[in-house]
């Protein structure tokens, strides 16, 4: 009688190479995974810099916990670009130099993972 006593292990007499995936398969499933994580950082990153422009210029309470942290973020987010442009409107001022590294984020980060995903 030649009964499997464990089915979900591999048998001995077969070599582990033949059951191994394809080396090139697997790169290309990490790039695609790398390029997910990079579009996803770069779309969180530039969502929480749109999101403080709209909440600037709706007037949002400043002292509300969610508007502070967004604000903190995008702070954090944009301070390479704060006062690139200076200008007499606030909100235009606010638009510009958030607005430009929301952008820069999302191309840089698309780009990336669009180049990861054609190797």
Known sequence: MNTDPVSGYQPYDQHAHAQAPDRSARNQATARRAALTICTIADVAAGLLGLWIVLYLLEANQGNAFVEFVHGSADLLSGWAQDIFT??????????????????????????AARLNRS
């Open 87 to 112: 200008m007499d409107t606030e909100g235009l001022r606010v638009v510009l130099n958030y607005g430009l590294p929301a952008i820069l984020y999302l191309a840089l980060g698309h780009g990336i």
